[in-house]
């Protein structure tokens, strides 16, 4: 499938009766190609490859064509689960795609490439199909990608091993991939920079500029211009100064936080305040000064090269900055034991070299080399033994100490090391051994300091501290990310992703540290640095164990919406190894916040987090997790005993405050409430929105918003100030107050009109809500005349920014509300039809999650006027399985389809008979993000129904309880539905 299609049986015979059928070919393509090694609905591919025949006819023609391909392929070559799911049976049939991702995933780049022998299908094409057509194309980009990667890996590796030829035709290849990518281009050129190619980068330079001009009339960004003149300095001066090489890694092509030019020949100076550079970085050493150091010159050259290191260290990490006093670590390399004269220099200079690279490594601070050898010179007996060793570290106040040999035979050396507790030298932390040529010796002593580094994470709660270690060949980059790791255990987020920003300009291969990078920025809500940090950390999964890279997979498919495939991983992960930690983390996460989505419960999230915490006790993050579920069941006891043990592990503010809130709400103390809003007054902005979302969600109380003083941050066009009205838009709501909701809409009009208009459209035909015809109409009028954005895709975060399809989502949903069947439908087939180019480019993930959320309000749109006429088995039949997209082009407050079609679903469910999956369904509200506030009361009035009617007294009358105490003050529209459970809860409990 990897170029023209072709399809042979096990003989190697062309399989004609299939290749002749376009759409039979098209549909065994996609079986084999989506989601490998899964199941597909029946409804999912009758929609992709025949839409525009009615349901029976479709189904007809895809049961026809699934038995014709089992007639060539062979009967077990399709497998069917149920009635409804159909998959391809990997055993039976062998794809190239799946070959060559597999092969990707492992590394093995000269396979993957070898197996990339074009476009997926190229040339293929079937009519009447757009979202096969949407689908097709979207997987050609996501493969050519992977293509282009494996391709510049392989010439890093190349260029590593010395075989800058085949280096460069692999860059070569890279860029012929890349062509519809400047990212790519841009990695080239850094690639050929690094090896010496400038002419060959200025080549590529001016063909990007050229493609550029012809196809978008544009020019090159700035960073590609910035890197192309840093080209160009460097091959002036090249002319006149003796040629250089350098340790430091290619910059990240596009990464975060932009290129930074490799092979620089100066130590930089640090970046200037606030401009969110990367910190400077060591010099590169030229090559000449390798082949030019005696044993007498190396002395000196030690020394120097202690002080530059020592000096960037601080640089990098501002010393220790972030760490606890008492967090910190002495270390106290003393001189190393030399076999013989050769090595003779490195008695005293591995003091000087060691203690610079382990300096300011996780917490670690070296003791004054020179204090060191003055101590040992002063003992009568300088060849020291572990117990002389120790006691003369806890002299010089270190906790840590190092002792070692240095060995020299011919043109090799190799360096020996132990690490030491002071207080005990029985068994040792770690132990370490490193070699290379005699004029290697800087990068043997960078690979003893990682590997001695590595030894001291325990492998089941360290084990990405001790794996970053392990698979980074800079020393300031391991630095840098070991630095990040303390900060993000500790719940430091900002300060973390700056570190991990700085490992990951350092060295361009890096891939646990573009990992952590992306989860500390979703921690901040960054999701272009979330997703492009996941999909770099993927692209060099091939660098790491196969665990990791199964966490990288999973973690990717978690930031772009998928959660079932990311819970399988992650399943997978703790099946076979069941003390990783960071999979049980991971694991509980997506259950945590996607588990309400698929109408699962919060519990079984805490039953993973409480795994977790078997195996690290102290985990700060599974810890609060855990006590905002006990808030969320109501089980104060535990939620006291959580709150204590969060307390004692010194947490962030705004954890801290957040807990306060929520157990004050569980205790019913309104004095603990109030010490929280008086504490809120002193903090970040956000965390009033934070903390009263958290309200909403966990302790389901929306009238908090007001109460932590929300309001008092509402005013203004700012994007916090615009969240905070939203929320309060919607607690308003939650407690049946429509009139209020819309008072606070009218407030956010001012700033934001466009946006007000579509939230009041949106909130106003909720299903429990009955407006005035005359309202709705008016609403109607308002969508056809309101002021687009000026741009139609938001960067995350910026409200002011909607997408153009959601002002045709509300009217989708007016058209409903007045009974207008036809326009309603009509609606419906816009929002299905391929959007206008973006004015930002869209990955191919984003473009494929924006066309199923497309696809998703539509589906909403018609089930909704399906419902209406009363057809709630064709309209559960329109819904289909959940599979939910994240609108993450908006905050979580506002993803009002997935919680409409949640609802939704469960009203059917409930109308059907189902009233088992309705109850499991309903459960589920409220959703951790708090985005279906407005739920809250109608699912607790469903509940109660239903229970009511199955005769369990005890559960309908906690539900009743829960619609009367949410809408004790709702409008007067709303207060007959109030009466009614008030009278049927006291009918219950008399």
Known sequence: MLGSPDLVDAAGQPLHMVLAQPRRLALLSYLAVAHRRRFHRRDTLVTLFWPESAERPARDLLNTNVSRLRASLGADALLSRGNEEIGVNDARVWCDVGAFEAAYEAGRGEEALALYRGDLLEGFHISAA????????????????????????????????????????????????????????????????????????????????????????????????????????????????????????????????????????????????????????????????????????????????????????LWYQGGLSGTRASDVEHVAVFPFAASGAETEYLREGMTDLLTARLDGMEALRGVDPRAVVNRIRSLSDTSLGAAQAAKAARDLGAKLFVVGSSMQVGDRIRLHATLYDSRSTEQPVSVATAEGGASEIFEVVDRLARSLLAGRFDERTRRLSRLGAETTRSVEALRAYLAGERLYRRGDYAAASEAFQRAVALDSTFALAYYRLSNAAAWLGRDDVTRGAADRALALAGLVPGNEARLFQ????????????????????????????????????????????????????????????????????????????????????????LIRRVRALNAPQGDTLELAELRALTFQDPRGEAAVRAALVLTEPHLKEWIATSAIAFAEDPGAAARLGLADQADGAEPQAVLNRVLLAHAELAQGR?????????????????????????????PFLELPERELRDLLAATATSPRPSAGYAAPGQLSLQPPWTGRYARGLLHVALGEREAALGVARELEQPPPSPPRPLTARDDTMLVALRHHLARIIRARAQDQAGDAGVALRTLGAPDLPSLRVLPNIMQHPTAAERFLRARLLERLGRAEDALRLLSSFPDPSGYDAVYLAPSHLLRARIYDERGDSARAARHYARVVELWRNADAELQPLVRTARARLERLRG
Do not use: C
């Not at 703790?574 to 996607?594: K, M, S």
């Not at 039953?607 to 006790?617: G, I, M, Y």
């Open 738 to 766: 429509w009139r209020a909701a819309k008072a606070e809409l009218d407030r956010l009009a001012s700033v934001a009109p466009a946006l007000a208009l579509e939230l009041r459209v949106v909130l106003g035909t909720l």
């Open 130 to 313: 757009p979202e096969f057509d949407h689908w097709l194309e979207a997987e050609r980009r996501r493969l050519r990608e992977m293509a282009a990667s494996a391709a510049f890996a392989m010439a890093e590796r190349r260029r590593d091993a010395g075989d800058v030829p085949a280096a460069r035709r692999f860059v070569e290849r890279g860029a012929a991939l890349s062509l519809g990518t400047e990212d790519g281009f841009r990695r080239a050129i850094a690639l050929l920079d690094v090896m010496g190619d400038r002419a060959g980068a200025l080549r590529l330079y001016e063909i990007l500029s050229v493609r550029l001009r012809q196809d978008h009339d544009a020019e090159p960004a700035p960073e590609t211009r910035h890197l192309i003149e840093l080209v160009r300095a460097r091959r002036a001066s090249s002319a006149v100064a003796p040629a250089a090489t350098s340790d430091a890694q290619a910059p990240p092509a596009g990464a975060p936080p932009g290129p930074r030019a490799a092979g620089d020949d100066a130590l930089p100076g640090p970046p200037a305040a606030g401009d969110g550079a990367p910190a400077p970085r060591v010099a590169g050493r030229p090559a000449r000064l390798r082949s030019l150091l005696t044993p007498s010159r190396r002395r000196a050259s030690i020394a120097a090269a202690a002080i530059l290191l020592a000096f960037a260290a």
């Open 554 to 641: 999973a973690w990717s498919a978690y930031v772009y919406g998928d959660g079932d495939s990311a819970e399988q991983v992650y399943r997978t992960i703790v099946t076979d190894r069941p003390t990783d930690t960071e999979a049980w983390y991971r694991l509980a996460e997506v259950l945590f916040h996607y588990g309400p989505t698929y109408g699962r419960t919060l519990a079984e999230a805490g039953q993973a987090f409480e795994q977790l915490l078997r195996f690290e006790p102290d985990n700060l993050e599974a810890l609060i997790h855990l006590a905002r579920i006990a808030a969320h069941e109501r089980a104060p006891v535990r939620l006291d005993s």
